[in-house]
T-cell receptor, first 113, second 116 residues
Framework: QQQVKQSPQSLIVQKGGISIINCAYENTAFDYFPWYQQFPGKGPALLIAIRPDVSEKKEGRFTISFNKSAKQFSLHIMDSQPGDSATYFCAALGAGSARQLTFGSGTQLTVLP | EAGVAQSPRYKIIEKRQSVAFWCNPISGHATLYWYQQILGQGPKLLIQFQNNGVVDDSQLPKDRFSAERLKGVDSTLKIQPAKLEDSAVYLC??????????????FGPGTRLLVL
């Protein structure tokens, strides 16, 4: 299966709070897991990515936690800011010659001031 | 570094009409992708080019959609004839990796298509 399941569909947090978005996958051939951030009227932009040989990757306020055995990964946004309000997509890159990105359905994050 | 350019940004057509979208990838990027993003969903790959050759078009509805990438740079995506369900944002992306690994894809702003 190429599907990547993402939750929640929408998320509202207060400024300074922690935002957590979860994704799960079935295909064990996926070997690269990026998160994209998309603002209205813009294309998705790569935020942070992880490979399955590490369990955590942190870049500034953004952290990916990866659980290979459970086939789950999550994005944590620490000290969430109103400027973080956007739609977030998890994705997984498949193995093989085409290396196709499969996206989750997206999470609309709203950070209240 | 200039980003991925797309035009037009918006297009409104009636069903059964034809429409074409244009994409100019980041200079030097060998791989180019076209995605369809329906409202409320994640992008879905339609076609992937490596230079001017097609790597994957398994999800392209070939009875109505076509795409080409002449000279391995710019690309056009065409829909003929359009259906109501083609209303979506069409995103173009490119990546540098000439091996086609596509790990870092850079997206353009998209073309928003509305079919009436």
């Amino acid at each position: 299966q190429q599907q990547v399941k993402q939750s929640p569909q929408s998320l509202i947090v207060q400024k300074g709070g922690i935002s957590i978005i979860n994704c799960a996958y079935e295909n064990t051939a996926f070997d690269y897991f990026p998160w994209y951030q998309q603002f209205p009227g813009k294309g998705p932009a790569l935020l942070i990515a992880i490979r399955p040989d590490v369990s955590e990757k942190k870049e500034g306020r953004f952290t990916i936690s990866f659980n290979k055995s459970a086939k789950q990964f999550s994005l944590h946004i620490m000290d969430s800011q109103p400027g973080d309000s956007a739609t977030y997509f998890c994705a997984a890159l498949g193995a093989g010659s085409a290396r196709q990105l499969t996206f989750g359905s997206g999470t609309q994050l709203t950070v209240l001031p | 570094e200039a980003g991925v350019a797309q035009s037009p940004r918006y297009k409104i057509i009636e069903k059964r009409q034809s429409v074409a979208f244009w994409c100019n990838p980041i200079s030097g990027h060998a791989t180019l992708y076209w995605y369809q993003q329906i409202l409320g969903q994640g992008p879905k790959l339609l076609i992937q080019f490596q230079n001017n050759g097609v790597v994957d078009d398994s999800q392209l509805p070939k009875d109505r959609f076509s795409a080409e990438r002449l000279k391995g740079v710019d690309s056009t995506l065409k829909i003929q004839p359009a259906k109501l369900e083609d209303s979506a944002v069409y995103l173009c992306a490119s990546s540098f990796d000439s091996s086609g690994k596509g790990e870092t894809q850079y997206f353009g702003p998209g073309t928003r298509l509305l079919v009436l």
